[in-house]
């Protein structure tokens, strides 16, 4: 056989790996029920003939393009962009690849109307939306009909439509249990910005926490995710009459601007004031003292997320997955000083 002939078939790589043209596509699509040793002797061939699909090819005959759009608003965040990696990753192992557009304009219908148009001229098999706004959910679910549609987001959903998330509310709650358990009943809150879902769903469950008629003066402080404004929103809290003695930030940036706040006044984390975060980056468990915070799996997140799209792809009935998130207790929380 010629191997070197410029454009070499399936079948060329089937002769050459000695197996038949069914296991190749099994392979290349990563189907199971192959062994190891077929699989490697395939992947062998295929680089040996330098062998590229026509993916082009390949939809004209199944339908099937094997491509995934994903819309993902904040793509730069934290919980964004880790699910879109989790996501890359589970599909890429499954054969599947993704289309990405990013909204960075919340507001702006016409920008996610574009991605959906953008993503149908393509013909992806799907689509995943990671939407941390509800103006993008509400658009998603506009303009994406009759496209199968997997909704990444805390927002509101009417039923019929498959959605998944990490559980927001029951992080935010397993923090404050903590805080409460502690002896905590002053617990300010430095929110995330105004019309994030995520920085909605903890800031809900931190309201659901206090007393029906009680204020939140001196307890309340939008940031915009950010370290400095995690900073300012502290210093804010530290000019009311009758201070907090924990403070619950929306993530660990705004954590960590916190606890720099509290060290320019003096005062100590978690001696004088206790402070937890919500996202576990990798710089939580390096802060002085380590913060106490939620882990978020991205990994189980991407893994459900795509398995989901596949049900809704292949008329399964419709799915709204929570994926459970972990508290990370290290020291940054302690008893308030009068409890000790």
């Known amino acids: 056989m010629d191997t070197g002939k410029a454009t070499p078939t399936m079948n060329d790589v089937a002769a050459f790996a000695g197996v038949s043209h069914q296991t190749v596509s099994r392979v290349l699509n990563g189907e199971p029920f192959v062994s190891e040793a077929t699989r490697q002797k395939v992947l062998a061939a295929v680089e040996a003939l330098k062998y590229r699909r026509n993916m082009m ?54 920008e996610t109307a574009r991605a959906v148009s953008h993503f149908v001229d393509q013909g992806v098999d799907g689509i995943i939306a990671v939407a941390q706004t509800q103006v993008v959910v509400d658009e998603i679910l506009r303009v994406a009909t009759g496209i199968p549609t997997v909704l990444v987001t805390s ?48 800031y809900e469950e931190w309201r659901r926490s206090l007393a029906p008629d009680q204020p939140t003066d001196g307890l309340l402080v939008a940031g915009d995710w950010s370290s400095i404004s995690g900073y300012e929103a502290t210093l804010a809290l530290l000019d009311a009459s009758t201070p907090a003695t ?95």
């Open 57 to 110: 090819a390949k939809a004209l005959v199944t339908g099937s393009t094997n491509v995934i759009g994903v819309l993902v608003t904040d793509p730069t965040m934290t919980g964004p962009s880790g699910a879109v990696l989790a996501i890359e990753r589970t599909a890429r192992a499954r054969g599947y690849w993704l289309s990405l557009a990013s909204v960075e304009r919340h507001e702006d219908t016409d």
């Open 155 to 202: 927002g509101v959903v009417p039923p019929g439509h498959a959605t998944i998330d990490i559980d927001q509310a029951g992080g935010s709650r397993a923090l404050l249990d903590l805080l409460r358990g502690l002896g905590h009943t002053r617990i300010a809150h430095v929110m995330g910005p105004p019309g994030d879902l995520h920085g909605l769903a903890r």
């Open 246 to 340: 924990a403070i619950v930030a929306a993530n660990d940036q705004m954590a960590l601007g916190a606890t720099r706040a509290l060290s320019e006044h003096g005062l100590r984390v978690p001696d004088d004031m206790s402070v937890v975060g919500f996202d576990d980056i990798d710089a939580s468990n390096c802060a002085i003292p380590p913060l106490t915070t939620i882990r978020q799996n991205h990994r189980a997140l991407g893994a459900a997320t795509l398995a989901l799209l596949l049900d809704v792809i292949g008329g399964q009935p419709v799915r709204n997955v929570t994926i459970p998130a972990e508290l990370i207790v290290r020291k940054s929380a302690a008893p308030p000083p009068d409890r000790r």
